[in-house]
C-alpha cells in the first residue's frame, strides 16, 4: 500500500499523511488520529528510501562483515563463530530499540563501494564495520560524509594518526593483548617451554595483538622463539588444518600449541589426532573465542573467552547514540577476556 491509498481512505490530502508520518505539528489532532487510524488498520509502513530523500532517518543501520581471506558462499558469515553471534546480537539489540539492520558481507576490496553507497544513498543512518581488513581510506571517506561509524576491532593509534578522532566515529575492541598474555603464562606455568601459535591475519589488529602477546610473553620468560612453531593460520580452519599437518610431520613438536581463535584449533586438533599425536598428552592447545563448539568436542577446548555479545550490543547502542548526536563525538571502549580452562592442557611429559 502506498501513501497516496492511505490519504484515499482517510479522505485527506497525501501531503497531509506525509505530514502524519513524519510527525510535524501543524495537523489538527482529529485528522492525524483519523490517518493513524487507517495507517494501523493496513499495517502500512512508509518507505525508508523516500524518508531518507526527505531528509528523515531511516532508523536502519548497517552492519558490514569484511571477510577478504576467504571464498564468497552465500552462508559463510552465519557458520562463522566470530561473525555468527555478532549479527545475532546485533539484529536483537536494534531491534529492540525500533531499528532494522541491513546486513552485507564484504568478500573483495571492489566490494567497499556498496559500503559507500549505502551512506550515500542514505538506506542508513550510521554503519558498524567488522571483520578484517578496515580499509582507512574508506573510514576517511565516511566519516568526511558526516557518517555515524563504529568499527569493532581496530587500532585506535591508527586512527589517532590519520586524524579521524574529529568525527562521528566510535572503535570497539577487546583487550586481545591481555587474554593472550594470560594463556602463554598459563602454559608456562604448567611448565611448557616449547610454545607454538598458529597466528591469526596480520592486517587485523586482534591477529597483530595475539601475535605480539605471544612474543613478548616468551621473551619475558627468557624462552625460544622457534620459526618453524609459528604457523599461518589467518584465523581460517583450512590454513590451520594444513599447517598442523605440515607441523605433524616435523622432527621436533612443541609441546604446547596456542591459536589465535577456536576455528583453527579445532582443526589443528583433527590434524593431530590424523597423525596420532594425542591432545594433551602429547601436545596441549588453548583457543581464542570461546566459541559454542568449544565446550561440545572432546577433549574440551580450553579458550579465552571474547565477550562477543557485549561488544555487539555495545556497537549498535553506540552507533544509536551517534546518529543521534548534533554534534561530531569519538570514543573508545576495550572488553576484558577471561581464560576458560578445560581438558586439553596438561603439564608436559618430561
Do not use: W
Not at 136 to 146: P, S
Not at 163 to 192: P, Q
Not at 244 to 265: G, H, I, V, Y
Amino acid at each position: 500500500m502506498r501513501s497516496e491509498d492511505i490519504a484515499k481512505l482517510a479522505g485527506v490530502s497525501r501531503s497531509t499523511v506525509s505530514r502524519v508520518i513524519n510527525n510535524y505539528p501543524n495537523v489538527p489532532e482529529a485528522t492525524r488520529a483519523k490517518v493513524l487510524r487507517v495507517i494501523e488498520q493496513h499495517q502500512y509502513e512508509p518507505n525508508s528510501f523516500a524518508r531518507a530523500l526527505a531528509g528523515k532517518r531511516t532508523d536502519t543501520i548497517g552492519l558490514f562483515a569484511i571477510s577478504m581471506s576467504e571464498q564468497e558462499t552465500a552462508s559463510r558469515i552465519y557458520q562463522n563463530s566470530y561473525f555468527a553471534p555478532i549479527v545475532d546480537m546485533v539484529v536483537d539489540t536494534a531491534n529492540a530499540r525500533g531499528f532494522y539492520v541491513l546486513i552485507h558481507t564484504v568478500y573483495s576490496r571492489g566490494e567497499f563501494q556498496k559500503v559507500k553507497q549505502a551512506f550515500q544513498q542514505k538506506r542508513i543512518d550510521g554503519g558498524i564495520l567488522v571483520g578484517t581488513q578496515k580499509d582507512i581510506e574508506l573510514v576517511r571517506e565516511m566519516v568526511d560524509q558526516k557518517a555515524p561509524l563504529v568499527l569493532v576491532d581496530y587500532d585506535i593509534s591508527e586512527i589517532m594518526a590519520e586524524r579521524l578522532n574529529k568525527n562521528h566515529l566510535a572503535v570497539i575492541n577487546s583487550m586481545d593483548y591481555e587474554g593472550t598474555a594470560e594463556a602463554i603464562e598459563y602454559l608456562i606455568g604448567l611448565g611448557h617451554r616449547e610454545i607454538g601459535i598458529i597466528k591469526g591475519s596480520m592486517n587485523t589488529y586482534s591477529g597483530r595483538e595475539r601475535y605480539l602477546a605471544y612474543e613478548s610473553t616468551l621473551q619475558k620468560h627468557g624462552l625460544p622463539l622457534r620459526d618453524d612453531f609459528v604457523l599461518e593460520g589467518e584465523f581460517l580452519k583450512e590454513s590451520a588444518y594444513r599447517e598442523a599437518k605440515r607441523l605433524a610431520l616435523q622432527e621436533k613438536l612443541p609441546t604446547a600449541l596456542f591459536c589465535s581463535n577456536d576455528d583453527m584449533a579445532i582443526a589443528a586438533m583433527e590434524a593431530f589426532a590424523e597423525h596420532g599425536i594425542a591432545v594433551p598428552d602429547q601436545l596441549s592447545i588453548i583457543g581464542f573465542d570461546d566459541a559454542l563448539l568449544a565446550s561440545r568436542i572432546t577433549p574440551k577446548l580450553t579458550s579465552v573467552r571474547l565477550p562477543v555479545d557485549e561488544m555487539a550490543k555495545a556497537a549498535v547502542l553506540k552507533v544509536i547514540e551517534l546518529c543521534e548526536a548534533d554534534e561530531a563525538t569519538f570514543s573508545t571502549v576495550s572488553f576484558p577476556t577471561k581464560l576458560v580452562v578445560r581438558d586439553t592442557c596438561k603439564p608436559p611429559v618430561r
